[in-house]
Every structure is written in C-alpha cells, then in structure tokens.
C-alpha cells in the first residue's frame, strides 16, 4: 500500500485531473454531438500521458528535488528508480493504447506528446522560454485532443490559446520558486540567466496578455455573462500571484504560487464550460 500510494503522489494526480478535465472541456467545444465513451477515453488516455511525464521528470530530477521538493516520492526514497521507471512505461504504454481505441489519429498524437514530454526532461526544461513554451503546447493541445474525440475541433481552440498562455507564465513562476534547487544544478532558467525580475516581467507580459484574450469571446459574443464572471476569478488570481512576486523582497521559493495557479486552471475550465451551458440553453 505505501508503494502504491507513492506511485500515486509520483503520477501527480491533480495534474493528471486537470488534464483530464481539459479534454472533456474540448469535448464539450466540439460543436457536434458529444460522444461521451470517446472522449471519457481520451480523458483517460491523457491523465496516463500526463502521469507518465511527470514520473519521467522526477526520475531525472531526484538530485534537484532533495533540494526543491524533498516531499516527493523519489527524494524521499518512498520508492526506488526502477519501479519508478516500470511505471513511466506503462503510464505512457497504456495511454498510447487507449488514444487507438478511440482513433488511430489518437494513438499517434498521444505516442508524439508522449515523445515531447521526454525531449522536454530530457533537454529543454533548463532552457530559457523553450521548455516553458513545450509544456504550454502541450497543455493546449488536450483541448483539440478532446474535440477530435467527437468530430471536429469546433470553440476547442479558445481553451487551447488560454492554456498555452496560462502554462507558459505558470512554468516561468515556478522556475522562480525553484530557482535555489536549479542553482545547485548548474541550470539556466530563465530567472537564473536574467534575474528574477526580468523574468516577473514576462511573467506580467504574458498574464497581461492572458487577461486580454479572455475578454475576447464575451465581446465577440461567443461566450455570456457567466463566462466573464469566471473570468474575472482567474484575472484576480493572476494579479494575486504578480503583486506576490513583485512585494517580496526575495521571490518565495515554497511552490504556493504554482499551487495557487493551479487552482487557477480549473476557474478557468469552469469558466469555459458556463460558457458553453449558456450556449446551449
């Protein structure tokens, strides 16, 4: 049970629900008849390409994670690497195979993000922008893989841009908050390469640009007042976290900014969602 149990803290499960959630939102933005068993697939399909990256990731960060996440199943030697790795393939094994049940398209769209995600531990999460960005593409494309699931990618497209936004400037806040641990490494994240207020300053382009484009299907009528509503708690979350990084003396380095926009995603999964019932009524 404790291996178990550790396996699950590894697979990072609310990562794995929120990408989850995403498809069946890009189901939801299909504009055609939502097949249901497809896209429950897909969603499940996703959450085990997901677990299976973020157990990648932490089989090659164990040495960092001691220092930035010491809780963690690896670093805290709840788990050994092997069984570790066991893991990681099946995740992605098992993910592959059920993209194939729900189309040979599938399949191979989750075998490429799954290839993706290892290029990302692999090489470009110590990059500058490039491993930021990968994992926002990444983020946005559960949306479409969702759509797909029922026919056509339809409003799957909004959501996709908002991810891609919202994940390129949560990836930047937590090369912030993680920047001791990546310092003893010897990586050059972007706030270790330019200094963290540089980095808060994109951080603040991005977000501003985020804030912007959400308003966008509300005045193109695409979405109603119960969308706005929902996009106003992500708006104030999001200036919660910049007026954090800008009071503080020293950036935290405690993972609650990343938590916090975590919270963030799902405001605006729900946002999304009021604004496609709103639609259908």
Same mark, same amino acid.
């Given at each position: 049970?404790?291996?178990?149990?550790?396996?699950?803290? +590894?697979?990072?499960?609310?990562?794995?629900?929120?990408?989850?959630?995403?498809?069946?939102?890009?189901?939801?933005?299909?504009?055609?008849?939502?097949?249901?068993?497809?896209?429950?697939?897909? #969603? +499940?399909?996703?959450?085990?390409?997901?677990?299976?990256?973020?157990?990648?990731?932490?089989?090659?960060?164990?040495?960092?994670?001691?220092?930035?996440?010491?809780?963690?199943?690896?670093?805290?030697?709840?788990?050994?690497?092997?069984?570790?790795?066991?893991?990681?393939?099946?995740?992605?094994? %098992?993910?592959?195979?059920?993209?194939?049940?729900?189309?040979?398209?599938?399949?191979?769209?989750?075998?490429?993000?799954?290839?993706?995600?290892?290029?990302?531990?692999?090489?470009?999460?110590?990059?500058?922008?490039?491993?930021?960005?990968?994992?926002?593409?990444?983020?946005?494309?559960?949306?479409?893989?969702?759509?797909?699931?029922?026919?056509?990618?339809?409003? #799957?497209?909004?959501?996709?841009?908002?991810?891609?936004?919202?994940?390129?400037? &949560?990836?930047?806040?937590?090369?912030?908050?993680?920047?001791?641990?990546?310092? +003893?490494?010897?990586?050059?994240?972007?706030?270790?390469?330019?200094?963290? &207020?540089?980095?808060?300053?994109?951080?603040?382009?991005?977000?501003?640009?985020?804030?912007?484009?959400?308003?966008?299907?509300?005045?193109?009528?695409?979405?109603?007042?119960?969308?706005?509503?929902?996009? %106003?708690?992500?708006?104030?979350?999001?200036?919660?976290?910049?007026?954090?990084?800008?009071?503080?003396?020293? #950036?935290?380095?405690?993972? &609650?900014?990343? &938590?916090?926009?975590?919270?963030?995603?799902?405001?605006?999964?729900?946002?999304?969602?009021?604004?496609?019932?709103?639609?259908?009524?």
């Amino acid at each position: 049970m404790q291996t178990l149990r550790a396996l699950y803290d +590894l697979s990072r499960p609310a990562n794995g629900l929120i990408t989850a959630l995403s498809v069946g939102v890009g189901g939801l933005c299909s504009q055609g008849p939502i097949v249901a068993d497809a896209v429950l697939i897909a #969603a +499940l399909s996703a959450a085990c390409i997901n677990a299976a990256g973020n157990a990648f990731n932490d089989l090659l960060d164990v040495d960092i994670d001691r220092v930035n996440r010491p809780e963690r199943p690896l670093p805290s030697q709840r788990i050994t690497l092997p069984i570790a790795a066991a893991f990681t393939a099946l995740c992605s094994l %098992f993910g592959i195979w059920l993209g194939y049940v729900v189309s040979p398209q599938h399949a191979l769209w989750a075998a490429g993000i799954s290839v993706l995600l290892a290029l990302y531990s692999l090489f470009l999460k110590t990059s500058v922008l490039w491993g930021n960005g990968l994992v926002g593409l990444i983020a946005a494309a559960a949306f479409p893989y969702g759509a797909l699931a029922c026919g056509s990618v339809g409003r #799957a497209w909004i959501p996709a841009i908002f991810a891609l936004l919202f994940h390129l400037g &949560r990836e930047i806040v937590k090369d912030v908050e993680d920047r001791s641990g990546d310092r +003893l490494r010897g990586d050059r994240t972007l706030p270790l390469r330019y200094g963290t &207020r540089t980095a808060t300053g994109i951080v603040t382009g991005i977000f501003a640009l985020l804030m912007v484009f959400t308003l966008l299907p509300y005045f193109y009528g695409l979405y109603g007042k119960l969308y706005l509503l929902g996009v %106003f708690a992500v708006h104030v979350l999001l200036l919660y976290v910049l007026y954090v990084l800008y009071a503080a003396g020293e #950036a935290p380095s405690d993972g &609650r900014l990343g &938590r916090l926009l975590r919270v963030g995603m799902l405001a605006g999964l729900v946002a999304v969602v009021a604004g496609e019932w709103m639609r259908s009524l």
